[in-house]
């Protein structure tokens, strides 16, 4: 089991740009959150995704999108960039089986740089 | 609004010496309460999750509780090694999924 992975590992870009990242859930897991990462602080929820739908959203600007497909596979789009958005981009899944007592595993995360 | 917090932000201790980290919540109604390791510029790794009705739960050298009614969580990791060090982060779990995360405690365990 690869667990959580996310792609690419780094990514610079300059303000103004747009921005993909990707993420492949544990094998087993439907859910899908993304979280952002600041420097020397503890994650922020951004929102996650359940059978292809946003189902869960933090206290981010509609410029921070995402999609879910049938394979749980996810991407969180940025647009219009802005330097505060520099941060680690984390992924995590979960399984909404009640077994499972939503545990998430975290991905190793898309450190993003704008400049 | 659920928020967590974790002091001390940073702990130094020698190699050998209990490790005690404290997380605190001021919403109650939680569903679990997960703690996690984070080496610099890494992911995170879950170390221990604890559900709401649970007291505490153990893992080799780790050891976590939760007083859902004080709104508390320690992390204990006993007889520290240098290999210990890194940033601890707590996580509550409301309903939908969302983890609310503390600040972190960044610790450091001289040889």
């Known amino acids: 089991d690869a667990g959580v992975t996310q792609s690419p590992t780094h990514l610079i870009k300059t303000r103004g740009q747009q921005v993909t990242l990707r993420c492949s859930p544990k094998?087993?897991?439907?859910?899908v959150s993304w979280y952002q990462q600041a420097l020397g602080q503890g994650p922020q929820f951004i929102f996650q995704y359940y059978e292809e739908e946003e189902r869960q959203r933090g206290n981010f600007p509609d410029r921070f999108s995402g999609h879910q497909f049938p394979n749980y596979s996810s991407e969180l789009n940025v647009n219009a960039l802005l330097l505060g958005d520099s941060a680690l981009y984390l992924c995590a899944s979960s399984s909404m089986s009640p077994s499972s007592y939503n545990e998430q595993f975290f991905g190793p995360g898309t450190r993003l740089t704008v400049l | 609004k659920q928020e967590v917090t974790q002091i001390p932000a940073a702990l130094s201790v020698p190699e050998g010496e209990n490790l005690v980290l404290n997380c605190s919540f001021t919403d109650s109604a939680i569903y679990n309460l997960q703690w996690f390791r984070q080496d610099p510029g890494k992911g995170l790794t879950s170390l221990l999750l604890?559900?709401?009705?649970?007291r505490e739960q153990t893992s080799g050298r780790l050891n976590a509780s939760l007083d859902k009614s004080s709104g508390r969580s320690t992390l204990y990791i006993a007889a520290s090694q240098p290999g210990d060090s890194a940033t601890y982060l707590c996580?509550?779990?409301?309903?939908?999924?969302?983890?609310?995360f503390g600040g972190g405690t960044r610790v450091l365990v001289k040889p």
């Open positions: 604890i559900q709401s009705s649970q």
């Open positions: 094998s087993g897991h439907d859910t």
């Open positions: 996580a509550a779990k409301a309903a939908g999924n969302k983890l609310t």
